[in-house]
């Protein structure tokens, strides 16, 4: 290997951390003597203008890099574009608020260089670990989500919801293209996601408190860690996105019975409220499914009126073959609740496959796991 290319890269996600920099960065050249390494600080367009401080430092020192990422958010996907843009063998990802020990560094890179090992995590729930800053109602949230993760088999670990680890890169880019990349939690996504189990080992370390700024834990990356699970839990058998479809499907139901409520009550004629109340649900499907279960490729101005006036096609066949396979079902065995649910399905199954491959344009088979981060910006100094 080349003498001068970095053995570890210290990949560090950052969102309004621009007083933490300098700080960290002085622990990182205090900690590392001795070892060649690099740090990747990768910025999600922060308004703090993070970024500009990097930028600074990295003229001085070359293992200063920024990735800037506009338009882009998350965590775990700032990580897996840091590593991706890093060709060292070693990787770590640690926080950029001071919360992690970088002293722990050295004794990480070791383990992995020793061999044996796939990913090395600095623990809070092992012996001489601790989660001291924490808040206490953090902390309760913290043991919680490490209970629902501990769940799946493959998660052996004490604290596999920790933000500070080092990876053999070989390892990362084996689990890559099954990675979520959703919310907060990419060491978790990282043991779900990888082919064969990987080699872990924990070291304890204590959880400092922040040093400037805030938390950006927040109510949508607690849903996300749900939608992570879920995927992790379902996504072998069955694509998230008809997990989602379905889900929107039943808000439907709610907003039809809503809208019906609401027109019966103004007077409407029922055959008239029942036509506006389906358009309405047929509309709120098609604004969550474009919000929620086809984030990645959501539809803008024409294309989104499109994707509507096609959506609303789409669920007019699926009607007509509900009410027709229900029908037949019925003649032939008259349960009405199977019939119901087979001319359900049917009408659901067609418009979960037709609604994906002509409103949204993406065939079930293309669409399994997310297209490389395009907007990643990397810049060396
Ligand atoms: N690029 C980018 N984009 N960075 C982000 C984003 C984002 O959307 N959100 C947060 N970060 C950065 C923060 O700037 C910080 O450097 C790091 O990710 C962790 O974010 P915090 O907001 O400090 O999270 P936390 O302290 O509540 O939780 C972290 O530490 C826990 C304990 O290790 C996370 O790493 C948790 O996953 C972890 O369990
Ligand atoms: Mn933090």
């Known amino acids: 290997m080349n003498a001068g290319s970095p053995e570890l890269t210290v990949v560090v996600p950052t969102r309004n951390e621009r007083d933490n920099i300098t700080p960290l960065l002085a622990r990182l050249r205090g900690a590392l003597g001795g070892i060649r390494w690099e740090v990747i600080f990768v910025d999600d367009d922060s308004p703090d203008r993070t970024a500009e401080v990097v930028r600074e430092l990295g003229v001085q020192d070359v293992r200063v890099r ?26 770590a ?70 933000g500070f680890f080092a990876i053999r890169r070989a390892a990362f880019d084996a689990a890559l293209p099954r990675l979520s990349q959703l919310g907060f939690k990419i060491l978790l996504d990282l043991l779900l996601s990888a082919p064969r189990p990987l080699r872990c080992v924990e070291i304890p370390y204590q959880l400092a408190q922040r040093h400037h700024g805030a938390s950006k834990l927040d109510t949508p990356t607690l849903l996300q860690f749900a939608v992570l699970l879920t995927e992790k839990l379902a996504g072998r058998f069955i694509p998230l996105s008809l997990v989602l479809f379905v889900c929107v499907g039943g808000s439907g139901l709610l907003v039809h019975v809503a809208a019906l409520y609401v027109l019966v009550s103004a007077g409407a004629v029922f055959a008239t409220a029942q036509s506006g109340a389906v358009l309405a649900a047929m509309t709120s499907n ?40 229900a029908s037949l ?23 979960y496959l037709a609604s994906r491959g002509l409103t949204w344009q993406s065939w079930p088979r293309a669409a399994r796991g997310r297209r490389p981060q395009a907007s990643a910006r990397p810049t060396r100094r």
């Open 66 to 91: 920024l990735i800037e990422r506009l338009g882009e958010r998350g965590l775990a996907s700032a990580c897996v574009a840091g590593v991706a843009a890093s060709a060292a063998p070693q990787v």
């Open 93 to 162: 990802v640690m926080d950029a608020d001071l919360q992690h020990d970088v002293r722990l560094l050295p004794q990480m890179l070791r383990r992995l260089q020793a061999g044996g090992l796939d990913v090395v995590v600095a623990s809070r729930y092992v012996a001489g670990g601790s989660l001291r800053g924490l808040p206490p109602r953090r902390a309760r949230l913290s043991r919680l989500a490490v209970h629902l993760a501990r769940a799946f088999p493959r998660v052996r670990l004490a604290d596999p919801m920790s």
């Open 286 to 325: 098609f604004l969550l499914n474009n919000l929620v279960t086809y984030r990645d490729l959501r539809l803008r101005g024409w294309r989104w009126l499109r994707g509507l006036v096609s959506f609303y096609a789409v669920c007019c066949v699926g009607a007509v073959a509900n009410v027709s396979l």
């Open 329 to 351: 079902v019925y003649r032939a065995t008259p349960r009405w609740w199977l019939a119901g649910l087979s001319g359900a399905a049917l009408g659901a199954a067609w418009n």
